[in-house]
């Protein structure tokens, strides 16, 4: 029998991981009487504590902005000042510092809209803002975190449309990986590997959702979450900071479209986790980072329609992740869903 | 200020993972408005298709088991044979082969018992069919992860108490990841890390959960899961199928003790993930494994009561795993309910 990879099972590799993840394309079939999720539409509601106004738990204010607003978390993971633990000399139980600080992004006023349905401009603002945080917070911290967490199903707390921000004084385990096997490749090959990567994607097409001029996204050729995808640049952009003002522009229309193909794939307000990565800040702004190019992640939970997503469970846990669905078909699935049309608006 | 890790800000390393976990003791405190998660009970149901006599939607008859029943998946993400696919050149597209078989068990002919409250005996014969299916499914296949999701929060999609093994030709890259660390460790100390492990463990007493003559529960020192557990032999065990009869018969007075502990802690059926790592098998049986503790490990996702759990989202996803409550502190928690008395069958 010929080898049909949306058909048969095999294994991929994540070269920016250094890990492998088993697709199983036939096991879509199976009927599922699991868990249903609820995924609900964002209602206005202008007593939100994150619309302007409004007073929060902890008794503050938040004020009267018209575009986007940054505070730090009310109930932040980490602090910029803690006491350090001491050495540890057992290789067994060793303790490290860690400082920083974690901010809330409220992407606009009214808490009944999504970045699908957001003016482009309006997007821009949040690009320029999240740029903003990277270059203060990217003075004193390693490594600065943007990224959002959005719907219930995602752990979100709060509907109102915003982000996160959370900085540290070390990178996190996932961008060390990166760094290093960029690292690698840019040693052997002499060329940054995502930019070697988006070439390559825009010559085969199949997992290619979206581009432009600045930007191209993907369904990575590893991709572990049925429609997780990646937003990649077509020039060498190391961090978010470094894009000029049409990089800014388009990556908003790319993000636009984007999310409108989510919230029209299963006619939801589409939940995920997601986030930019780019080369790390603090101590290495004076260092080389050729070998890193600036990126966005979207891994969205969501299988089959609104109410079945993809549990990463037992096996995902205790041995690796494992997908139904092949990045190529979820690409198509993608690609043949209006960027344009938002369902909420139709009809 | 003096560090104190049970309220201040810290790193810790997990030596089988090589990565850093971030802990947040001081977070805790902040209010919860986000998804309430539903934990039901498992109800008696002699019409569920796991149930002896009853007819699959596959149209095969579950035969009239009486104690344990071991069965083909209906929907495998491994098939024993699939073709290749061809070798791949390229360094970011890397296709490998993956074969396996994967298989239900289940636990006991009735849909309304959990391992809580089953009679040792019956845990016994579970850990017995455990051991015939890793001999069994080992000789063939590399790796056999037997593993359980239950709960609907953690995908599963039957109430019936059960579990799966997913067995491939190939060791996944969490086992993998742990070989190489285990093995690591072995050639410096010459000591299995694991068994230097449960030593420090009991000596410092302040993670242990439970133990008795031939096994410890801890709730491990890099645990990520708020109520993480991980159950070790105090002797040399490489794989399941090494135990002796003693083992076994501790092995399942303990995991009664613990599940017990478990459903009381928020007085619901308490949902996990839960697997067994030993070492490898298949074309691994012949070789020196002496740096292997075979171990198993419980991923449970309650936070604060049978309605919060744990989101490993955003930051977690994109940076690395994040908890709030110390293990100490769960240690503790867990320490103090009963082990004996379950609630379902108080008053
Ligand atoms: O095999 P099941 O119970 O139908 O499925 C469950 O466990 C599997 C193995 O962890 C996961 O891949 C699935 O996402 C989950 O829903
Ligand atoms: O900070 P939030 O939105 O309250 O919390 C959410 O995101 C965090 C960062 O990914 C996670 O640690 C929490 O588990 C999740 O509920």
Redesign the pocket.
């Known amino acids: 029998m010929e080898f049909r990879p949306t058909e048969h099972q095999h294994q991929r590799w994540n070269p920016l991981r250094g890990e492998w993840i088993l697709v199983s394309p036939h096991r879509l079939q199976r009927p599922w009487s699991g868990a249903q999720e609820e995924t609900a539409l964002p209602v206005a509601d202008p007593n939100n504590p994150l619309c302007p106004g409004v007073t929060r738990p902890n008794g503050i204010r938040t004020p009267d902005y018209e575009s986007t607003y940054v505070f730090t978390?009310d109930?932040p993971?980490l602090h910029p000042d803690a006491p350090e633990p001491p050495a540890s000399k057992d290789p067994l139980f060793q303790m490290a510092p860690a400082k920083g600080t974690c901010r809330v992004i409220c992407y606009s006023p009214r808490t009944d809209v999504t970045m699908g349905i957001m003016a482009v401009q309006d997007i821009v603002k949040i690009i320029e803002m999240w740029i903003q945080e990277l270059l203060d917070l990217g003075k004193r911290f390693d490594w600065v975190q943007i990224?959002e967490?959005r719907g219930e199903i995602m752990?979100?707390?709060n509907p109102h449309p915003h982000g996160?921000i959370?900085a540290s004084s070390f990178i996190p385990n996932e961008p060390r990986i990166k760094d290093l096997k960029q690292r690698e490749y840019f040693e052997e090959h002499k060329t940054p590997m995502l930019l070697d990567y988006v070439k390559k994607e825009l010559e085969f097409k199949e997992r290619v959702v979206l581009s432009n001029n600045e930007w191209v996204v993907v369904v990575p050729y590893w991709a572990a979450w049925p429609y997780e995808t990646m937003v990649l640049p077509r020039t060498h952009i190391r961090r978010m900071s470094d894009m000029n003002h049409d990089q800014k522009v388009a990556l908003a229309h790319i993000l636009r479209q984007l999310l409108t193909k989510y919230d029209n794939l299963f006619k939801t307000i589409f939940p995920f986790?997601m986030g930019w990565h780019g080369a790390p800040t603090g101590s290495n702004l004076d260092k080389n980072v050729d070998h890193w190019v600036f990126h966005g992640l979207y891994y969205p939970p969501l299988l089959r329609s609104a109410t079945v997503k993809k549990f990463m469970v037992g096996y995902e846990m205790l041995c690796q992740g494992q997908r139904d669905v092949t990045p190529e078909t979820a690409a198509s699935t993608l690609r043949n869903v209006s960027a344009t049309d938002h369902y909420m608006f139709k009809d």
């Open positions: 978390n109930f993971a990224f967490n752990g979100c707390s996160q959370w986790s």
